[in-house]
């Protein structure tokens, strides 16, 4: 698993059209937040890439995606301390990482309808 889905869950009990709202949002502002942080990985911009990287850090804790979390800090820390090397690599983890929670994300919501 990507995310903690008891915590999540846990987090919205007895709110779940929030958790909905909350998960369809973050799959929307997603692609913009990759594109950022590939942009700013791209151009070699440490600041940017510290702020982007940050930005997806802090909106997927909201799911306690540890996973993406981290990857996403290695690259915060990256843009941070201005060394920017291997993003790519991390860049790719991460994307492999995010599609799995987005998998994850949409069963949660059909899980969520069911009940």
Known sequence: MTF????FSH???GMEDLAIES???FLNILPGMLKAIEDA???RHASNL??????LKGTV???HAETVEILAWK?????????ITDT???IKELKSELEKLKAELNAWVTDARAA
């Open 23 to 25: 998960i369809f949002s």
């Open 88 to 90: 790519e690599s991390v």
């Open 61 to 63: 804790s909201t799911f």
């Open 11 to 13: 987090n919205f009990r």
């Open 41 to 43: 990985a791209g151009a």
């Open 50 to 55: 510290e702020l982007a990287a940050h930005s």
């Open 4 to 7: 903690d889905r008891d915590r």
């Open 75 to 83: 690259l915060e820390q990256m843009g941070h301390s201005q060394v």
